[in-house]
């Protein structure tokens, strides 16, 4: 019934639970899953306090720290398909 499983992670708990109900599905309906992470790119435009002027490094490096956390938790979340029997297509979006 279920070609194409869809779920998006964050690192959560409830994020986790999530993608262990979608591995489940995608095995029991032999379909495919994608696993998904969206990296926030205004993240660096949010409050910072009494800090007045903030610096391009430290957006920059904001970002990429995000980018990095997706991608390790995009590679720990496929292990977790792997171990369920399916496999798994990993994206990152910004």
Known sequence: MFEQVL????????????????????????????ILDVVDGTAGAAYV???????????DSLLDDLRANGRKGLAMADKTGAKGGVSAKTVLVE
Not at 7 to 34: I, M, N, P, W, Y
């Open 49 to 59: 306090g009494d800090m007045g002027y903030v610096p391009a490094g430290y957006i």
């Open 7 to 34: 779920v998006a992670v964050d690192g959560s708990t409830t994020g986790k639970r999530g993608l262990e109900a979608a591995v489940g599905l995608a095995a029991g309906q032999k379909g495919t899953l994608t």
